[in-house]
């Protein structure tokens, strides 16, 4: 009996939902229609310091935004359920026992300061950094000796140190891989959760996805999957790997030098039909050439052996002149019309944004030009009125402190913002007011407007981090803005006074 095609997409809930996700999302229900199968929505939250659940709201928000339904998930149950990873944690545990037990894994007591030591040693001497293997010949005495005195440990793969791992890729074609070049994985952390790699395999197998289509970043921990499939006793899907989005540089697409976060394009007017055209375009051309399809179309022609391998190049000119078209050519005025109110025109909009305008306005007419920076993409900044009192190259710091700071925002709200901005400021031995005109100006392209810490939870995250990016790119332009050099040292400095950054 042939077998029912299901595919699955496995967001992460550590951020703002990505493009990029996306795009994957795009393909993977696209095959799945194609041969009449089912798309899967999982969350793996296996990054328990990360994951929250306003980041899970938000990745399922900005995929129906999009138009991109799933048949099973965490808000659709069904019988391969639950679809959160941490929700299946004795499953996982149950079968890393099982691994360890076979033989086929091991615990690994080596402390961060051993693995960060042997790694340096590692660089130092021209190798690639991987685990030396040191815990896997323990004995069984060693092993329960260290475990009754509460020492903490992970659980690793073995993997074979001869031959080569060898898979057909639907893209591809055969690929191999040396099992040399493939480290001793954790499979399971010392605080007993799963990593990405154990609970992806077992969690495919359990719900029956039939092909693993993902980005091309995944090829190299393929050998690593396959292992642990066979390890198992079980069938391993097939495989087809993605090429990454691009920025123009032909670098993987990054929130650095491109907005990427799907909210971006939602608040800043691009209509989804066309975010969906666009990224079908990236990796796909459809049998009759033309450009402007919709999801049913792509779907109805999509032969996964037609995806492009070339690097697709994420262009904002191109997206927008494609938004361009379908505003003119596929909407009617009304139509126009209506998804102008339902985008930033309604009443609910006006509502968030008025109490903060009112002790500004004399009259009607006050209300756009003060209000109208929450509306643009992007508001007109000039240098002069950037940077005004400030060194330049202290406006360029404390714009990329405050862009690493908004990161680690977990509740995008005006007083955790408002709290962001007093510790920075205390911080970098500022009083607020000094501080506090730069990102006026970044945000609105004004000495004046509507209060910053209520302007900036209007405007969204995604927005904000994108002006922040423009007001330092300003200043890069200009040759006062941090050099590669200057970025080196802020952020060594950066970690001293504020800890790691989110990347």
Same mark, same amino acid.
């Given at each position: ?43 793996? $939250? ?20 999009? =138009? ?31 691994? &360890? ?84 994985? &954790?499979?399971?952390?010392?605080? =007993? ?55 123009? $540089? ?16 939602? $608040? ?5 039909? &066309? ?74 909009? /006006? ?14 007419? $006050? ?5 109208? /920076? ?15 009192? +400030? ?26 913002? /408002? ?16 501080? +506090?005109?730069? /990102? ?22 995604? +927005? ?8 330092? =790119? ?24 504020? =800890?790691?950054?989110?990347?």
């Amino acid at each position: 009996m042939k077998q029912l095609v299901r595919t699955r997409i496995a967001p992460s809930p550590t951020g703002n939902p990505h493009v990029g996700t996306a795009y994957m999302a795009l393909f993977n229900l696209a095959f799945a229609r194609r041969n009449k199968g089912s798309m899967i929505l999982r969350i793996e $939250d296996t990054d328990r310091a990360r994951s929250t659940s306003e980041s899970e709201s938000a990745i399922l928000d900005s995929l129906r935004w999009l =138009g991109i339904e799933w048949d099973e998930g965490p808000d659709k149950p069904g019988k391969f359920g639950p679809y959160r990873q941490s929700e299946r944690l004795e499953i996982h545990q149950s079968i890393v026992g099982r691994l &360890v037990e076979q033989g086929d894994a091991y615990p690994c007591f080596c402390t961060s300061e051993r693995l960060n030591q042997v790694r340096k040693e590692q660089i130092a001497n021209k190798e690639t950094p991987r685990y030396d293997r040191h815990c896997l010949n323990l004995s069984k005495e060693e092993i329960e000796k260290k475990m009754d005195r509460g020492d903490p440990y992970v659980i690793r793969m073995k993997v074979p140190q001869e031959g080569e791992c060898i898979f057909t890729d639907e893209l591809r074609g055969e690929v191999r891989i040396d099992w040399k070049q493939i480290d001793h994985q &954790v499979l399971q952390k010392s605080d =007993g959760y799963p990593t990405y790699h154990l609970a992806n395999v077992v969690d495919d197998h359990m719900m029956e996805i039939s092909h693993v289509i993902r980005g091309e970043e995944w090829i190299s921990s393929t050998p690593k999957h396959i292992l642990l499939y066979q390890q198992l006793g079980w069938d391993a899907p097939s495989f087809a790997h993605l090429p990454l989005l691009r920025n123009p $540089d032909k670098s993987k697409l990054s929130k650095r030098k491109n907005p990427t976060g799907i909210f971006y394009y939602r $608040d800043a007017g691009y209509l989804p039909e &066309v975010m969906l055209n666009y990224l079908g375009m990236m990796g796909y051309t459809l049998p009759d050439q033309r450009e402007i399809f919709s999801l049913d179309e792509l779907s109805e022609s999509f032969d996964i052996k037609r995806m492009s391998l070339g690097g697709p190049i994420f262009d904002l000119a191109k997206l927008k002149w494609l938004n361009g078209r379908y505003l003119r050519e596929k909407l009617s005025e009304d139509d126009v019309v209506e998804r102008l109110i339902q985008w930033k025109l309604n009443t609910t909009k /006006f509502k968030n944004i008025l109490p903060h305008a009112l002790q500004r306005l004399e009259n009607f007419s $006050d209300f756009i030009p003060l209000t109208e /920076f929450l509306f643009n993409e992007h508001p007109e900044i000039t240098l002069e009125n950037l940077i005004g009192k +400030l060194d330049p190259g202290q406006a360029a710091k404390l714009l990329k402190i405050c862009e690493w700071e908004l990161e680690k925002v977990k509740n995008w709200h005006r007083d955790e913002i /408002f709290c962001l901005f007093q510790d920075l400021a205390k911080t970098e031995e500022k009083k607020l007011k000094e501080i +506090l005109p730069l /990102f006026f100006q970044a945000m609105s392209g004004k000495s004046i407007s509507l209060p910053l810490f209520d302007a900036m939870s209007i405007l969204g995250p995604d +927005l904000v981090r994108v002006r922040l990016r423009k007001a330092l =790119g300003l200043l890069n332009s200009e040759g006062v803005g941090l050099s590669k050099k200057g970025l080196k040292v802020l952020e060594k400095e950066y970690q001293q006074k504020y =800890g790691n950054r989110i990347d």
